[in-house]
Nanobody, 115 residues
Framework: QVQLVESGGGLVQAGGSLRLSCAASGSIFSINTMGWYRQAPGNQRELVASITSRGSTNYPDSAKGRFTISRDNAKNTVYLQMNSLKPEDTAVYYC?????????WGQGTQVTVSS
C-alpha cells in the first residue's frame, strides 16, 4: 500500500511564496517519478512540476522560473517551492507518484492566492 501525505498549503498574498511537501510511504520502488499537479474549480488537473528519481525535472511554461521541485530520495519526499505566486495559481495541489506503471495520489492541499 502506498500513501502520499501533502502539507504546506494555505493562504498567501499575490507575490508571496509557499513551500509544499509530500511524503510517500509504503512499498516505494526506487525508480519512480514524483510530481505536483493542481486542479482549480471547473478545470482539469494539470501538471505543475515533476522530478524523476534521478533528478530530471519537467515544468510547464506556467511554472518555469517561479516554481522549483526537489526531492529527498532517502525520505521519499518531494517538495515544491512556489515563488511570485499569482491569483491564478489558486487550486488544490496534489502530489503524484508514478512507479511501475501505476499512479498514486495524495489527498490534496489547498493553495489560495489573494490579489
Amino acid at each position: 500500500q502506498v500513501q502520499l501525505v501533502e502539507s504546506g498549503g494555505g493562504l498567501v498574498q499575490a507575490g508571496g511564496s509557499l513551500r509544499l511537501s509530500c511524503a510517500a510511504s509504503g512499498s516505494i520502488f526506487s525508480i519512480n517519478t514524483m510530481g505536483w499537479y493542481r486542479q482549480a474549480p471547473g478545470n482539469q488537473r494539470e501538471l505543475v512540476a515533476s522530478i524523476t528519481s534521478r533528478g530530471s525535472t519537467n515544468y510547464p511554461d506556467s511554472a518555469k522560473g517561479r516554481f522549483t521541485i526537489s526531492r529527498d530520495n532517502a525520505k521519499n519526499t518531494v517538495y515544491l517551492q512556489m515563488n511570485s505566486l499569482k491569483p491564478e495559481d489558486t487550486a488544490v495541489y496534489y502530489c503524484g507518484l508514478t512507479m511501475r506503471g501505476y499512479n498514486y495520489w495524495g489527498q490534496g492541499t489547498q493553495v489560495t492566492v489573494s490579489s
